[in-house]
Protein backbone atom coordinates (compact mmCIF):
# COMPACT_ATOMS: atom_id res chain seq x y z
CA UNK A 1 0.00 0.00 0.00
CA UNK A 2 1.39 3.56 -1.13
CA UNK A 3 1.67 6.27 1.57
CA UNK A 4 -1.19 8.13 -0.82
CA UNK A 5 -3.52 5.03 -0.23
CA UNK A 6 -2.69 4.61 3.68
CA UNK A 7 -3.48 9.05 3.91
CA UNK A 8 -6.59 8.98 1.09
CA UNK A 9 -8.85 9.04 4.16
CA UNK A 10 -8.63 9.71 7.62
CA UNK A 11 -7.64 6.77 10.30
CA UNK A 12 -11.35 5.99 11.72
CA UNK A 13 -11.06 6.81 15.43
CA UNK A 14 -14.37 6.04 17.26
CA UNK A 15 -13.05 7.89 20.51
CA UNK A 16 -10.23 8.15 22.35
CA UNK A 17 -9.91 5.66 24.88
CA UNK A 18 -7.43 4.50 27.27
CA UNK A 19 -6.16 0.99 26.82
CA UNK A 20 -8.50 -0.54 28.96
CA UNK A 21 -11.47 1.10 27.32
CA UNK A 22 -10.08 -0.54 24.09
CA UNK A 23 -9.46 -3.55 25.35
CA UNK A 24 -13.38 -3.70 26.64
CA UNK A 25 -14.58 -2.77 23.63
CA UNK A 26 -13.26 -5.45 21.76
CA UNK A 27 -13.93 -8.23 24.05
CA UNK A 28 -17.25 -9.93 23.64
CA UNK A 29 -19.84 -12.62 25.32
CA UNK A 30 -18.72 -14.03 28.73
CA UNK A 31 -15.16 -12.41 28.84
CA UNK A 32 -17.08 -8.63 28.26
CA UNK A 33 -19.66 -9.62 30.80
CA UNK A 34 -17.37 -11.03 32.91
CA UNK A 35 -15.10 -7.75 32.88
CA UNK A 36 -18.16 -5.49 33.39
CA UNK A 37 -19.49 -7.26 36.64
CA UNK A 38 -15.53 -7.28 38.01
CA UNK A 39 -15.73 -3.73 37.52
CA UNK A 40 -19.14 -2.69 39.44
CA UNK A 41 -17.71 -4.93 41.79
CA UNK A 42 -15.34 -3.09 44.23
CA UNK A 43 -14.52 -6.65 45.84
CA UNK A 44 -12.25 -7.03 42.44
CA UNK A 45 -9.47 -4.95 42.88
CA UNK A 46 -7.69 -3.47 39.71
CA UNK A 47 -4.87 -5.47 40.45
CA UNK A 48 -6.91 -8.39 40.53
CA UNK A 49 -8.33 -7.35 37.31
CA UNK A 50 -4.95 -6.81 35.60
CA UNK A 51 -3.47 -9.46 36.73
CA UNK A 52 -6.31 -11.79 35.23
CA UNK A 53 -5.75 -9.83 32.01
CA UNK A 54 -2.08 -10.31 32.42
CA UNK A 55 -2.83 -14.26 32.77
CA UNK A 56 -4.41 -13.87 29.53
CA UNK A 57 -1.68 -12.67 27.73
CA UNK A 58 -3.29 -8.82 27.71
CA UNK A 59 -0.63 -5.85 28.46
CA UNK A 60 -2.73 -4.02 31.08
CA UNK A 61 -1.62 -2.58 34.38
CA UNK A 62 -3.38 -1.78 37.39
CA UNK A 63 -2.99 1.57 37.38
CA UNK A 64 -5.04 1.92 33.80
CA UNK A 65 -7.73 -0.46 35.28
CA UNK A 66 -8.04 2.28 38.40
CA UNK A 67 -7.95 5.03 35.92
CA UNK A 68 -10.24 3.98 34.30
CA UNK A 69 -12.60 2.33 36.82
CA UNK A 70 -12.61 6.28 38.70
CA UNK A 71 -12.94 7.71 35.10
CA UNK A 72 -10.06 9.59 35.26
CA UNK A 73 -8.56 7.67 31.71
CA UNK A 74 -9.25 8.98 28.12
CA UNK A 75 -12.92 7.26 27.23
CA UNK A 76 -15.79 9.51 26.81
CA UNK A 77 -17.62 8.21 30.40
CA UNK A 78 -21.09 8.11 29.66
CA UNK A 79 -21.13 4.64 32.04
CA UNK A 80 -19.01 6.51 34.61
CA UNK A 81 -22.06 7.63 37.33
CA UNK A 82 -23.13 3.95 36.15
CA UNK A 83 -20.24 2.42 37.55
CA UNK A 84 -19.78 4.42 40.42
CA UNK A 85 -23.94 3.95 41.50
CA UNK A 86 -23.16 0.23 40.76
CA UNK A 87 -20.09 -0.08 43.16
CA UNK A 88 -21.96 1.83 45.74
CA UNK A 89 -24.82 -0.07 45.68
CA UNK A 90 -25.44 -3.46 46.01
CA UNK A 91 -26.31 -5.57 42.64
CA UNK A 92 -30.21 -5.54 42.18
CA UNK A 93 -30.01 -7.39 38.76
CA UNK A 94 -27.78 -9.20 36.80
ZN1 LIG B 1 -10.80 4.28 29.98
Known amino acids: MSLADRLREPTKRPRSQCTFGLLLGRLEGA?????DTALADERYTSRNIAEA????GYDMRAATVRRHRR?????EHQN???YQSRMKASPSHG
Open 31 to 35: DRKAL
Open 53 to 56: LQAE
Open 71 to 75: GECSC
Open 80 to 82: KEH
